[in-house]
């Protein structure tokens, strides 16, 4: 299977006009990405436009939204519904990113709600999990991602998962946005851990796995030269264009060395 690669534009740019100029940029280097899938996720406001605008149906890129609520619709003030992002052609939709369970309270039992929400709408959800550095330091990191994957997952039969995809993406809190790189051994190892927990609890055997935090260009083909690292997660250097570009073309050159 092709690596994923998933931009996280978070609340980014702050106007239309920049979240078309970023993506025209993409779009004239379709026709380079033959050995990866690239996943745009701009902020809510954005995404019909960009939807339209770039015939994002047919487009190699696809759309995918940073959050959802859990229900379809009803008096849930200020909230966008899975239901209503796959009207506007998303795919993907990020769930219980590290950045909403801090600044927004978003606890397990919330995302455990959304992901069973996001799947019964035929939706493929990107579940993150990732310890803090002080649990990190603790040596707790694998008791925590599998606590995350046990609340997160628990509304979720395997049935409804294996009719549709479920991403986790293992993101350090500690390597967000940090610059701190996590090492990709311990990554890998910790990616293995999830990969163990989703085939054993939860009897899981299509996930796909991918990693986030502070991924550049430098550091890109480090993580995904493993096959258990099927992608990233991209927060920071997806908005420097230049950059993102580079990480693209050194996952798609190195898949395509494996391949050849
Ligand atoms: C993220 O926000 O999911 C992320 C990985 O950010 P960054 O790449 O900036 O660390």
Redesign the pocket.
Known sequence: MKKLIIA?W?MNPVSLKEAESFFSFFKKEEKNIKNVEVVICPPFVYIESLAKRFKIQDSRFKIGSQDCFWENQGAYTGEISPLMLKNLGVEYVIVG?SERRNYLGETDEIISKKIKSVFENGLIPVLCVGETLEQKEKGLAEEIVRKQLEKDLKNVSSFMIQDSRLIVAY?PIW???TGNDCQPKDALEIIKHIKNILDSRFKIHDSRLLY????DPGDATNYLKYPEIEGA?????SLKTEEFKKIINEVSKSAKTESA
């Open positions: 996280n978070k990113h993101e390597a967000i946005g986030g935090g502070s991924v997660l991209v927060g920071g250097a």
